[in-house]
């Protein structure tokens, strides 16, 4: 996957950059959010419009699972090896399955997959961790899936930073690369039990990747090492959301990212580190 600036500068776009976030979007500065390195994971640039590339995991629910209604992604994780060249470059990946969960009979099953994404010098710059959840698979005998270490404590944040979804994110998210159909087309979205097009869970990431940055290390992307969390909720466009943070450690916090009109948690055990 090839890249430039106006793409990096697009994505920054899409995960909710403000008119005085200058180095995410003006050349002259430019610095690439970490969270740009997830785009790979749905394999879908420079693909024909209306076409979805699936991932290995959606590839084995269409060829085994043959699934009735949407699968969930449950989970996200980025680790950062190097930060990610700003003005141009070219992504090298592998994806691959790397576990199965069963979560028992008629609660469906986990895949989970990994990606490690490499830049055209073939150094690694990160690698993504996802679980997908299908609600038709399950009861086959598997493991069970660890449940998260991360507990949120019991106090308040930290850190409460307030921000907006606008009612054209899921649009200008699209641009990047994930063009589910889910996202944009309304009858589609209807007929896989949502009233409306959500907004994709990796636009949220990258929402609160940006929020994180600005709030523990402002100005400096590039010092962040990884970052997960669990897709809790699905979230809709024209949302005001907040990100609560909890410091933990020297270089962690842990954080939730929350829809204000409901109070749902869409991102929550969430961990952010950093150098």
Known sequence: MEYNWRDVALYALAVGAHKEDLPYYYEKYLKAIPTYGTVPYWATINVRPRQWMPLPASMLADE???PT???????????????IDPMKGTFQWQDQ?????????????V?????????????LVCTNFSSTFFHEAGGFGGKEMPRSKVEIPEREP???AD????PVQNLLYRLT???????????YAKSMQFDQPIVQGLCSFGFACRMLIDALIPGEPERMTRM???MSSPLLPDTPIQTQIWKIKKGRAYFRFVDRNSGKAILNRGVFEWK
């Not at 690369?177 to 009858?187: A, C, K, R, S, Y």
């Open 97 to 109: 399955i790397v576990d199965v969960y069963d979560r028992g009979e008629g609660r469906g099953a």
């Open 69 to 83: 209604i949407a699968f969930l992604n449950m989970d996200h994780e980025i680790i950062m090896h190097r930060p």
């Open 177 to 187: 690369g994930d063009t589910n159909l889910i996202h944009v087309d309304p009858e």
């Open 163 to 166: 921000d907006y979804i606008s």
């Open 228 to 230: 997960a969390a669990q």
């Open 158 to 160: 930290d850190i409460a």
């Open 64 to 66: 085994i699972i043959k």
């Open 111 to 123: 895949v989970k997959t990994r990606i490690d994404v490499r830049d055209e010098a073939g150094n």
